[in-house]
């Protein structure tokens, strides 16, 4: 009978990606479909949380409850941050695995206080909000240092700067990201079943 939920799961995933219809993100107009969109917040962190469910790194696998950050700088606005933890919270009863998740909010303005913050938050993953490049890398660069999964709702920040998990809208089609050359140095670890059905860059 486990064999049989473990063979149904990927499949469950993978309906949930096809069948759900993303809406763009607040402030995107999907007027050219053949526009790469960002996903609304409460369709991105589900199809993310799911994903997690395949990540097999020891940061994740070997905590009892997972915590997931969310990582900003001055220069984004709260409503923004508002709206990606409230897309987590519409998701609250998703588990990672077998195990249950919070999210908390971290500001920050250079790496080194960031992963401060991070280490004393007992972080496993990140998300990256987006609105700063600058803030993204230094983002990249301190869940780098401390192996820890990133993710990010903004397709750039995976296929350009080496986040490792995130999600994108293509004529209405929800599509996985995953970056494998960052997964590797945040020693990050997804499954095969996962990686066949998402977009991978290297």
């Known amino acids: 009978m486990r064999a049989n939920a473990k063979k149904t799961k990927l ?16 402030g995107q107009t999907p007027a050219n479909k053949s526009l790469i969109q960002q996903v609304a917040p409460e369709v991105q962190t589900k199809a993310m949380l799911n994903s997690m469910s395949y990540h097999k790194s020891p940061s994740v696998n070997k ?17 923004k941050v508002a709206a990606i933890k409230a897309g987590f919270e519409k998701n609250k009863d998703t588990k990672i695995g077998k195990k ?5 909010e971290i500001s920050f303005a250079t790496v080194d206080e960031l992963k401060k ?12 909000v987006s609105g700063s ?8 660069s301190a869940t780098r240092n401390l192996k820890m999964l990133s993710m990010a709702g ?14 994108e809208s293509k004529l209405d089609k ?22 066949r059905i998402a977009s991978v860059s290297f």
């Open 174 to 195: 929800l599509k996985i990201l995953i970056n494998l050359s960052g997964c590797k140095i945040e020693g990050v670890h997804f499954d095969p079943r996962l990686l």
């Open 154 to 167: 903004d397709p750039d920040h995976v296929h350009w700067l080496g986040v490792c998990l995130g999600v």
């Open 117 to 128: 913050k991070l280490s004393a938050a007992k972080a496993n993953a990140v998300y990256i």
């Open 63 to 79: 905590a009892e409850k997972i915590v997931i950050a969310l990582l900003y700088d001055e220069s984004i606005p709260a409503q």
């Open 100 to 104: 249950t998740f919070s999210v908390i």
């Open 133 to 140: 490049e600058g803030a993204a890398r230094k983002a990249v």
């Open 11 to 26: 499949p469950c995933l993978a309906v949930f990606l096809l069948l759900l219809a993303p809406a763009a993100a607040p």
